[in-house]
């Protein structure tokens, strides 16, 4: 596994990292916890050094198995997780949609940092920008946080052009985490120009489509109630009928190839630029192999112009998250 620099302040990380926010639920049932720990340990074999978390996930549930799993591996591995929503820091309840004050980011940070069972957290991200908070301020605390040795780099998601700007002059980030895949082509009108002008890398969350780029997931698919994509719109019957199009586009260019959908869909992403990290998750070994294995594919500039080609004349149907929600995104 390569590894690539994200930003200018000396963050490095394998080119693919491992989301690990389903394996502690997210699609339907919670997977068993030691088989995920064995999981993550198993990415560090294949290579994997860059693992992403979160204060919301569970809430908790999600940063406690990252750091027991590793624990024993932290010296080899990149850690980042992020703050921003309005959780009660003993009891983990929900208390509001976001809080990004000042005073709620350091406390937050001393929790993760337990749970993470570490002495700092390699990249800290603010989750959501928080509308009631200046950026400025939002800045101010991680940069406290990175005098006194807790948190190393700084990184937003998705976040818009103006705040990247904000709190780049504040704390230099090293990163921004957005959805970015080929049915979610937002970030290329402003915030890639935005990047590359500063020199932040890009981690996108969801690089397969929550499971859509896969291939698995046909017209007649349905989702149990406890599966976030069964709120969301792009993932209703209507919807997918006519997004099929895209996985249609990834097997043709696979079978040529000799690479599966998702790995197309995943080296597609590392050949737009060399700053740009995706972090596809999984809860099963088999797969992981797989969207490693994206790695080792090479798309000449035939295969990427072929897929630009098609991809644009294809009109993704179905917003990328319920409307309260894409409320939430700076994009």
């Known amino acids: 596994m390569q590894k690539r620099k994200l930003g200018n302040q000396g963050l490095e990380v394998s080119e ?29 074999e294949r290579g994997v050094t860059f693992f992403d978390t979160a204060e919301t996930y569970g809430p908790f549930k999600n940063e406690a198995l990252v750091g027991e799993a590793l624990e024993p591996l932290r010296k080899d591995v990149v850690i980042a997780t992020k703050f921003g929503h309005d959780i009660d820091l003993v009891t ?40 009631s908070v200046p950026m400025e301020d939002v800045a101010g605390a991680v940069k406290d946080l990175i005098a006194q040795g807790k948190v190393r780099y700084f990184g937003l998601s998705e976040a818009g052009a103006r705040s990247i700007r904000q709190a780049h002059a504040v704390q230099p980030l090293s990163s921004l985490q957005s959805e970015y ?45 406890s599966d976030l994509r069964s709120h969301i719109p792009r993932f209703e019957p209507n ?76 009109k993704v149907q179905g917003a990328r998250y319920p409307e309260e929600l894409m409320r939430m995104t700076g994009l």
């Open 16 to 44: 693919m990292g491992l989301g690990c926010m389903t394996m502690t639920g997210g699609y339907g049932q919670s997977p068993d916890r030691a088989t995920m720990i064995q999981l993550i340990r198993t990415a560090v």
């Open 92 to 131: 983990g309840e929900r208390l509001g949609p976001l809080n990004s004050r000042p005073e709620h980011i350091k406390a937050a940070t001393d929790g993760m940092l337990k749970r993470l069972r570490t002495d700092h957290i390699d990249l800290l991200y603010q989750h959501r920008v928080d509308p």
């Open 181 to 225: 895949s080929l049915w979610t082509r937002e970030p290329d009108a402003e915030i890639l120009p935005t990047l590359e002008e500063l020199g932040i890398g890009l981690v996108p969350f969801s690089p397969l489509g929550k499971g859509f780029l896969t291939g698995v997931i046909g017209a007649d698919t349905t989702f149990a109630g």
């Open 239 to 314: 919807a997918l009928k006519v997004n099929l199009a895209l996985v249609d586009l990834l097997r043709r260019i696979g079978a040529r190839k000799g690479a599966t959908p998702a790995q197309v869909a995943l080296a597609w992403l590392l050949a737009r630029k060399p700053w740009i990290v995706p972090i596809p998750g999984t809860t099963k070994p088999a797969r992981l192999d797989e969207n490693l294995g994206a790695a080792f594919l090479k798309l000449g500039s035939n295969d990427l112009h072929e897929i630009e080609d098609a991809a644009a004349a294809i």
